[in-house]
Nanobody, 115 residues
């Protein structure tokens, strides 16, 4: 059974940093492109960053230069380092394959950027 668990969300002041983690189990995720997504209140879920099995990455324009996605193949873990956070980054953050697979959505982790 596939399980994806996100963690690391918190309340942080503008300009602060957070590191999110995503542990995936139940299948071999190392061969998949993985992504971090977010959903803000009243908005559609959007892709924030993605990383291929070979390590190449891609980012949404809104986070480019501030966020960094990485992965540890051995630990089946994907990370999202978020720096220079802005109030508009407030959302629930999710980890999934890219393209997303319905069965892989976890509970997400809440990130709130506010003074």
């Amino acid at each position: 059974q596939v399980r994806v668990v996100e963690s690391g969300g918190n309340l942080v002041q503008p300009g602060g940093s957070l590191r999110l983690s995503c542990v995936a189990s139940g299948r071999d995720f190392s061969i998949l492109t993985m992504g971090w997504y977010r959903q803000a209140p009243g908005k559609q879920r959007e892709l924030v960053a993605r990383i291929r099995s070979g390590g190449s990455t891609g980012y949404a324009d809104s986070v480019k230069g501030r966020f960094t996605i990485s992965r540890d193949i051995v630990k089946n873990t994907v990370y999202l380092q978020m720096n220079s956070l802005k109030p508009e980054d407030t959302a629930v953050y999710y980890c999934n394959a890219f393209p997303a697979v319905d069965e892989y959505w976890g509970q997400g982790t809440q990130v709130t950027v506010s003074s």
